[in-house]
């Protein structure tokens, strides 16, 4: 059973640090694709970063490249989100996602199979 356990959201002040985790079991990084999504309640998901090891790629939407590094340790089957310089139009929930994938484009969430349950992130203006 794929399960895929996201944690470390909360409130931080606008140019401060955040990293994400999601804890995910079921399967390896060499079967899927891991990424994130956020969604603003109302508004479109965007997807925002993405890595595939099958397909040796790395997706970032444009809005967060050079502030947002995702990252997998797929020694202890966790997949990262370190979240720097952050502002207001960031808050979000953000959730993670698994499955079959090549990591192309920012709709790249709605193919894959599997998500978390989100953890929220807020940044005052």
């Known amino acids: 059973e794929v399960q895929l356990v996201e944690s470390g959201g909360g409130l931080v002040q606008a140019g401060g640090s955040l990293r994400l985790s999601c804890a995910y079991s079921g399967f390896t990084f060499q079967q899927y694709a891991l990424g994130w999504f956020r969604q603003v309640p109302g508004k479109d998901e965007e997807g925002i970063a993405c890595s595939s090891w099958l397909w040796d790629k790395t997706f970032y939407l444009d809005s967060v490249k050079g502030r947002f590094t995702i990252s997998v340790d797929s020694a202890k089957n966790t997949m990262f989100l370190q979240m720097n310089n952050l502002k207001p139009e960031d808050t979000a929930h953000y959730y993670c996602?698994?499955?079959?994938?090549?990591?192309?484009?920012?709709?790249?969430?709605?193919?894959?199979?599997?998500r978390g349950k989100g953890t929220p992130v807020t940044v005052p203006s």
């Open positions: 996602v698994a499955g079959e994938n090549e990591c192309r484009g920012d709709l790249f969430h709605y193919g894959m199979s599997y």
